[in-house]
C-alpha cells in the first residue's frame, strides 16, 4: 500500500491531453513539492517535473505540474505514443522522515 | 554527465545479507546531495530505502529501518547498501540515484540503471 495515491491506469487517444492525480496527506503533498517520474518499459525511471512545476532540462513543455492542497496533478498535452509509461508522484513525507511514492498510473495511448 | 552504477550480487538465499555498492561519476560524492537507494519489485511500484550524505547523516524508511545499513565511502566515490535477514519479498531491481532539492524540496535525479536481486534458495 502506497502513501500516495494514484489512478491505476490513464489512456487517451495521440494529440489528446491527459491528467494523472496523486493524493497524499499534510504530511506530504500538503506541505512539500512534488516530483513525477517517467518509467519506460524495462528502464529506471526519469525525473519529468521537479518542485511541483519546474521540469528539468530536455522535457518538453507538454508536460506540467500542479498541486493543490494535499493532492498534486501531472498534465501531458498533445499525447504520443512514445509517452506510453508508468508515470509516478513522489515527495517527502514529514511524519515518516522518509520520501515517498504513489503506486503508479500505467498511461495507454490508444 | 553525472552517472550512477550499481553493482553486487544478482541472487541471494533466504536469511542472507544483501550488498550493493553504487559507484558515483560526474560529481563528488562529498557535494551538498544526499545519496539514496529505491527499489522496485517485479511488477510493482517504486520503494524508498533509504538516504545517506557524505557526513554519514542517514535516513531510512520505517518499513525496513531494522533491517538497512547505507554508508558513504568518500575515497572510492561510492556508497552502499546493507539489507539483512532478506527474504523472497526483498526480490526487486535495486537503484541508486542523488538527491535533489532541500527543505521541503526533494528529487531523484539522476538514477543508476538498477541491479535485479533474487531472493531464493
Known amino acids: 500500500q502506497s502513501v500516495l495515491t494514484q489512478p491505476p491506469s490513464v489512456s487517451a487517444a495521440p494529440g489528446q491531453k491527459v491528467t494523472i492525480s496523486c493524493s497524499g496527506s499534510?504530511?506530504?503533498?500538503?506541505?512539500?513539492?512534488v516530483s513525477w517520474y517517467q518509467q519506460l518499459p524495462g528502464t529506471a525511471p526519469k525525473l519529468l517535473i521537479y518542485e511541483t512545476n519546474t521540469r528539468p532540462s530536455g522535457i518538453p513543455d507538454r508536460f506540467s505540474g500542479s498541486k493543490s492542497g494535499t493532492s498534486a496533478t501531472l498534465g501531458i498535452t498533445g499525447l504520443q505514443t512514445g509517452d506510453e509509461a508508468d508515470y509516478y508522484c513522489g515527495t517527502w513525507d514529514s511524519s515518516l522522515s522518509a520520501g515517498v511514492f504513489g503506486g503508479g498510473t500505467k498511461l495507454t495511448v490508444l | 554527465q553525472v552517472q550512477l552504477q550499481e553493482s553486487g550480487p544478482g541472487l541471494l538465499k533466504p536469511s542472507g545479507t544483501l550488498s550493493l555498492t553504487c559507484a558515483v561519476s560526474?560529481?563528488?560524492?562529498?557535494?551538498?546531495?544526499?545519496w539514496t537507494w529505491i527499489r522496485q519489485p517485479p511488477g510493482k511500484g517504486l520503494e524508498c530505502i533509504g538516504e545517506?550524505?557524505?557526513?554519514?547523516?542517514?535516513n531510512y524508511n520505517p518499513s525496513l529501518k531494522s533491517r538497512v545499513t547505507i554508508s558513504v565511502d568518500k575515497s572510492k566515490n561510492q556508497f552502499s547498501l546493507r539489507l539483512s535477514s532478506v527474504t523472497a519479498a526483498d526480490t526487486a531491481v535495486y537503484y541508486c540515484?542523488?538527491?535533489?532539492?532541500?527543505?521541503?524540496?526533494?528529487?531523484?535525479?539522476?538514477w543508476g540503471q538498477g541491479t535485479l536481486v533474487t531472493v531464493s534458495s
Open positions: 560526474g560529481d563528488s560524492i562529498s557535494s551538498s546531495n544526499w
Open positions: 545517506i550524505y557524505h557526513s554519514g547523516s542517514t
Open positions: 499534510s504530511s506530504n503533498i500538503g506541505n512539500n513539492y
Open positions: 540515484a542523488r538527491v535533489g532539492g532541500g527543505s521541503s524540496s526533494y528529487w531523484f535525479d539522476p
